[in-house]
């Protein structure tokens, strides 16, 4: 079956870096793009941006360039979450989801990485 | 920036049926999607395209769609169902995805 299985929390300082693993499996992983999504505690949903599984080019949402980068592994089928210059506020659930093909919806979602940015 | 929007509550009593709108102007052009997320874990799809299901989602989970509002119905609601319901979809050039803010089903 699908799985997309996510890397552990993390807890980092202000300042540092984080790098968020999403792993899948059950299905060809350049077939489906691969978006990421975040949720502060007690927030709701807030959609990040994608990356093409096939060309490895990344789409970023509003309010999200400059520090954080999506990349992949396509020998490993892993996509990647990196935020530098972490701040307090960066503090949140990060999910990876894989999109229905052709459409916008998110068909399978990974288990949500925790980050917490705290001194 | 395009919004879409939905109540923050809504309560019903098991047994009743619950209807959850989202609302947004691109609706009559891009599909909506919702989403099922229960405290402690991830989102799960209940209704894809405006009113599929996946396998796996009960029958009482529809969707429909009309104009700019789509909804969201559970019949016969039961007490696992209550949950954070997000709609989604995208902006009319498909450029960026949406969600709305989410409402909490509260089963009395």
């Known amino acids: 079956q699908v799985q997309l299985v996510q890397s552990g929390s993390e807890l980092k300082k202000p300042g540092a870096s984080v790098k968020v693993s999403c792993k899948a499996s059950?299905?060809?992983?350049?077939?489906?793009?691969m978006n990421w999504v975040r949720q502060a505690p007690g927030q709701g949903l807030e959609w990040m941006g994608w990356?093409?599984?096939?060309?490895?080019?990344?789409t970023y949402a509003q309010g999200f360039t400059g520090r954080y980068v999506f990349s992949l592994d396509t020998s490993v089928s892993t996509a990647y979450l990196q935020i530098s210059s972490l701040k307090a506020e960066d503090t949140a659930v990060y999910y990876c989801?894989?999109?229905?093909?052709?459409?916008?919806?998110?068909?399978?979602w990974g288990q949500g990485t925790l980050v917490t940015v705290s001194s | 920036s395009y919004e879409l929007t939905q109540p923050p509550s809504v309560s019903v009593s098991p047994g009743q049926t619950a209807r959850i709108t989202c609302s947004g102007d691109a609706l009559p052009k891009q599909y909506a999607y919702w989403y099922q997320q229960k405290p402690g874990q991830a989102p799960v799809v209940v209704i894809y395209k405006d009113s599929e299901r996946p396998s796996g989602i009960p029958e009482r989970f529809s969707g429909s769609s009309s104009g700019t509002k789509v909804t969201l119905t559970i019949s016969g609601v039961q007490a696992e169902d209550e949950a954070d319901y997000y709609c989604q979809s995208a902006d009319s050039s498909a450029t960026y995805v949406v969600f709305g803010g989410g409402t909490k089903l509260t089963v009395l």
């Open positions: 989801a894989r999109r229905y093909s052709y459409s916008w919806g998110l068909r399978s």
């Open positions: 059950g299905y060809t992983f350049t077939s489906s793009e």
């Open positions: 990356i093409n599984t096939n060309t490895g080019s990344p």
